[in-house]
């Protein structure tokens, strides 16, 4: 399978479609425009096959309508906690959403961002939506604080080996905040040092991995050592969802200033 980001919302959301495909078919991951799909599918000779919904803000299933007028036997997966009229196939945790003969994917209920948020992933890759992100994390749009710290725990459950796709690119301004979270943290300069941003282009792989995210990203790493003994200062107190609060709410501050 390869997998490909499609720019979409360029300049106000920065998000990436994730198109999943081999030869013949595909499958499209939070399609918020639907131009740039028709134009790739076309381009390539695919059949569009399904579409995975990670959560129903606009910048995620705007396209959904136009992609069904395109390919009308696609079949439209989604949150089950969603009501959004186009989801045919409500999906929670543990479900599986069978690709192909070959390849499927798992469905994690991933709450915070969104009440409805869910993550799919299965040996290879994880689309994560809006509850991490390169470096970052999404807002607190809907769910809770406590939903949110679980959801990401939950997350760094799994293998380091994943491909990590999520649904924007705030890679720079998320590793600027990581920075000022985590100043002595190696690992994360070698990140700033090695990054080399070329959105919108059309993206070929992972972003990074679930590894990197582990070691780099500060949504991630809210209970270790240095930065929590910062949380803690800043008015955390010892649970993972004060910590993760916390830290949630000095990134808010920082995209205000910046
Ligand atoms: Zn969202």
Redesign the pocket.
Same mark, same amino acid.
């Given at each position: 399978m390869n997998i490909v980001g499609l720019p979409a919302l360029v300049g106000t959301y920065d998000n990436y479609i994730w198109v999943i495909h081999n030869e013949k078919e595909a499958w499209v991951v939070d399609p918020g425009e639907s131009e740039q799909i028709i134009e790739f599918l076309n381009n390539n000779q695919l059949v569009l096959k399904a579409i995975l919904i990670t #959560?129903q #803000?606009f *910048? %995620?299933v705007d396209g959904v309508e136009a992609l069904k007028e395109h390919c009308p036997n696609c079949t439209v997966y989604g949150p089950e906690k969603s009501n959004h009229p186009t989801i045919q196939v409500k999906c929670k945790e543990n479900d599986s959403v069978q690709l192909n003969e070959r390849f499927s994917l798992k469905v994690l209920d991933t709450p915070g %961002?969104?009440k409805d #948020?869910i993550a799919y992933y299965n040996d290879e890759a994880l689309f994560c @939506? *809006?509850t991490l992100f390169t470096a970052g994390c @999404?807002r607190i749009?809907g769910g809770s604080v406590e939903e949110f710290s679980s959801s990401i725990l939950k997350l760094r459950q799994l293998p380091d080996t994943l491909g990590f796709y999520c649904?924007h690119e705030y890679t720079n301004t998320n590793l600027a905040f990581a920075k000022l979270a985590e100043p002595e943290n190696i690992q994360l300069q070698q990140r700033i040092d090695k990054t080399d941003i070329h959105y919108p282009a059309i993206h070929q792989g992972p972003q990074s991995t679930l590894g990197e995210e582990k070691l780099t990203n500060p949504f991630l790493r809210f209970d270790t050592p240095a930065l929590k003994a910062e949380l803690i200062k800043r008015g955390a107190s010892n649970s993972a969802s004060s910590l993760f609060a916390e830290l949630r709410s000095w990134k808010d501050q920082f995209d205000k200033s910046h």
């Open positions: #959560h #803000h *910048d %995620h %961002h969104t #948020h @939506g *809006d @999404g749009l649904a």
